[in-house]
């Protein structure tokens, strides 16, 4: 929604909005821009009626600024009505779905085909680092926007996506996720299923080969469908991927044959094929190889994407935005790779609809049990979360201890004591890993200033 509302305002509209919570990054990139955001929701913020609502799916039928809106008839639309009548219009898109990795992978996908000269519109989740915002009004013939499958408002419970035009889908990964809006995977498939009917025949889908529900999916498509990854069956594959100073290289294969070697400024396995996802769509669209690999070789990441925040005294302090099993899995393996030696901390919110509840209780430490420290945060609202059906951050913490065999793992319940029990033990060498999708209370930035109060 923040990036949506500076889409409207580069395009001259004047854009306010109401939230109950504003955090960062996004707090800092609205003030940035100059766009004013009145806290809490009353219908006096609509005393000067606007022309037009946006209603987030945040929102419910009951909010009162919604009631306003209806009972005073103001013309409102939903989030992804708004970017397919204000971003994509007669443009051809390309869309990143898929339960992880669609921020990264959009953002650069976006960044290659302005590499290419091509000045493509765009609109991604997050804040790229290398490009001026998460959204762009181009005026090239291409948009590229991350296609989220969540419900698009309360008078429009059908997953965004189905909003953004799909003429090429990049399908990076598919499992069970947003439980407070699907049943289970085969429901959440049926959601991917609808975006995959709507691809024009003339398009096409590239659908990752290592995740079975994706796989299974792309067999619904009527138009040609391509497979990347390590699975079967597999047209576009990287192989002889090796890490070096914080970078990853690898070499996309199509049908067996080599493309040279590809260098990204990203780590981790996951991000090695959102990249080969990116070359392989920006081969099919004609970029050159030169171009293309220049273009991947100067990306520099999404905020709060594996985003260092800092470092204090030989102490790294990492930003995530990981919430799900798998995600989490990945990211510490990645930061494992990318930092050999060194002690590494997991910090996790459960915050997110699906990681508060108790779904995947089992997975959770799992995932977590291969950091060295390992710090479970008490969950983010619990009260919004049926008792019976929370997550049981008590058990988490002592199946982490119990697969390891040690005492690592620790709950504390309050974010706001995170910070000094983490820099009371941490000693020069660490990498303090900090997952949340949320705002997680600043606590990336509080370790940094505790330690360096410590220093002092």
């Known amino acids: 929604m923040a990036s949506l509302a500076g889409l409207l305002q580069s395009q001259d509209y004047r854009v306010t909005g109401s939230d109950q919570n504003v955090y960062p990054p996004m707090s800092t990139y609205l003030e940035r821009l100059g766009i004013q955001v009145l806290s809490g929701f009353t219908e006096e913020h609509l005393r000067e009626r606007p022309q037009m609502v946006v209603i987030g799916n945040a929102v419910s039928r009951n909010n009162p600024e919604v009631e306003a809106v209806l009972r005073l008839e103001i013309p409102y639309i939903s989030f992804p009505q708004a970017l397919g009548k204000f971003l994509i219009g007669s443009k051809r898109s390309v869309v990143v779905a898929g339960t992880h990795g669609k921020t990264t992978t959009s953002a650069l996908m976006a960044w290659v085909l302005k590499g290419a000269g091509w000045n493509p519109s765009f609109f991604v989740g997050g804040i790229p680092l290398d490009l001026d915002s998460g959204f ?19 008078f429009d419970k059908g997953p965004k996506f189905l909003h953004y035009k799909p003429e090429k889908v990049i399908l990076t990964s598919l499992e069970f996720d947003h439980a407070d809006i699907y049943r289970d995977l085969e429901h959440l498939k049926g959601a991917f299923r609808h975006l995959i009917e709507i691809i024009p025949p003339a398009g096409t889908l590239l659908a990752c080969n290592e995740y079975e ?52 400024s990203l780590i981790g396995r996951h991000n090695v094929n959102n990249a080969l996802a990116v070359y392989a769509t920006a081969r099919e669209l004609g970029i050159d190889q030169t171009t293309l690999k220049d273009a991947l070789a100067a990306f520099s990441g999404v905020k709060r994407r594996q985003e260092v925040k800092g470092e204090v005294g030989g102490v790294t302090v990492i930003d995530d935005f990981a919430h799900h099993p798998t995600a989490i899995k990945e990211t510490i393996e990645a930061v494992r ?59 988490v913490v002592r199946e982490i201890n119990r697969i390891s065999g040690d005492s690592r793992a620790a709950l504390i319940e309050k974010t706001n004591e995170i910070p000094a029990y983490v820099t009371a033990s941490a000693e020069s060498g660490d990498v303090i890993l900090v ?22």
């Open 435 to 456: 997952m949340s999708n949320g705002g997680f209370d600043g606590v990336p930035e509080k370790i940094l200033r505790l330690l360096e109060e410590k220093r002092a």
């Open 136 to 154: 762009n009004q181009g005026t090239g013939d291409w948009a590229v926007l991350e296609g989220d499958e969540y419900d698009s408002a309360f």
């Open 337 to 395: 790779a990318a930092y050999p030696g060194r002690r590494l901390w997991a910090i996790f919110e459960p915050r997110s609809n699906t990681s508060r509840r108790r779904i995947f209780a089992r997975e959770f430490p799992q995932a977590l049990s291969s950091a060295d420290r390992v710090v479970v945060a008490g969950l983010y609202q619990p009260e919004k979360i049926p008792e019976k059906d929370r997550l049981p951050a008590e058990e």
């Open 213 to 264: 529900a994706a796989r299974e999916v792309a067999l619904s498509a009527g138009c040609p469908v391509l497979f990347y990854g390590n699975g079967e069956p597999g047209d576009w594959q990287a192989r002889n991927i090796r890490a070096r100073a914080g970078c990853s290289l690898f070499e996309p294969f199509y049908k067996g044959s080599s493309e040279g070697v590809v260098e990204i």
